[in-house]
């Protein structure tokens, strides 16, 4: 979810700007999240270990802040692992920040809770969206939501986050195009 241009400089007020290399892990499974990030530039994937198939579970661009949000706000060991998908430009705020910032500014914490609830809602429709309809139907819908995901985010990782083969999403790839 982009961050609204009014709190915008709130956000650039909180943490530190750090830059991390492609691939960096910035959360493991099982460790607790004790960091919320603003990208700046770059990409990152939120993703489940499932018995060694990786899934991709949601990905971040720049303007949007990003967290496992479970652990981060229940200060429990993550389900899922944060990864750089390309080299990234982060503002990094701490839990104990953010808190401060929510008491200090008076609607930043509803803010706050309408990421949370539109990652809520993104979860839903991923699940709902992987029992209820096909590969194909998916993929239109990442097309027409998302459109910006596809020149950023490699081919595997969208096909794990579709929950198809890279070998599968190639041919919907090229029908979508034929039609």
Same mark, same amino acid.
């Given at each position: 979810?982009? #961050?609204?241009?009014?709190?915008?400089? !709130?956000?650039?007020?909180?943490?530190?700007?750090?830059?991390? !290399? /492609?691939?960096?892990?910035?959360?493991?499974?099982?460790?607790?999240? /004790?960091? =919320? *990030?603003?990208?700046?530039?770059?990409? #990152?994937?939120?993703? %489940?270990?499932? +018995?060694?198939? +990786?899934?991709?579970?949601?990905?971040?661009?720049?303007?949007?802040?990003?967290?496992?949000? +479970?652990?981060? %706000?229940?200060?429990?060991?993550?389900?899922?692992?944060?990864?750089?998908?390309?080299?990234?430009?982060?503002?990094? =705020? !701490?839990?104990?920040?953010?808190? &401060?910032?929510?008491?200090?500014?008076?609607?930043?914490?509803? %803010?706050?809770?309408?990421?949370?609830?539109?990652?809520? =809602?993104? *979860? &839903?429709?991923?699940?709902?969206? /992987?029992?209820?309809?096909?590969? =194909?139907? $998916?993929?239109?819908?990442? @097309?027409?939501? +998302?459109?910006?995901? @596809?020149? #950023?985010?490699?081919?595997?990782?969208?096909?794990? %986050?579709?929950? #198809? !083969?890279?070998?599968?999403?190639? /041919?919907? $790839?090229?029908?979508?195009?034929?039609?």
């Amino acid at each position: 979810m982009k #961050i609204s241009p009014e709190l915008l400089d !709130t956000f650039l007020q909180l943490g530190e700007i750090r830059k991390f !290399t /492609r691939k960096f892990t910035l959360l493991r499974e099982g460790e607790v999240s /004790r960091h =919320a *990030y603003f990208v700046e530039s770059g990409s #990152i994937r939120l993703w %489940y270990n499932n +018995d060694g198939a +990786d899934i991709s579970v949601k990905f971040f661009l720049p303007g949007e802040l990003c967290a496992s949000m +479970d652990s981060f %706000y229940h200060e429990a060991p993550s389900k899922y692992e944060l990864e750089t998908i390309t080299p990234c430009v982060l503002r990094v =705020a !701490t839990k104990p920040e953010i808190l &401060q910032k929510m008491a200090e500014m008076p609607g930043f914490d509803d %803010y706050i809770s309408s990421v949370m609830v539109h990652c809520m =809602a993104d *979860y &839903q429709d991923l699940f709902v969206g /992987r029992i209820g309809k096909p590969p =194909a139907d $998916r993929y239109r819908a990442l @097309l027409k939501d +998302d459109p910006e995901i @596809l020149n #950023i985010v490699p081919l595997h990782y969208i096909a794990s %986050y579709l929950g #198809i !083969t890279p070998v599968s999403l190639s /041919r919907i $790839r090229r029908k979508t195009q034929l039609s």
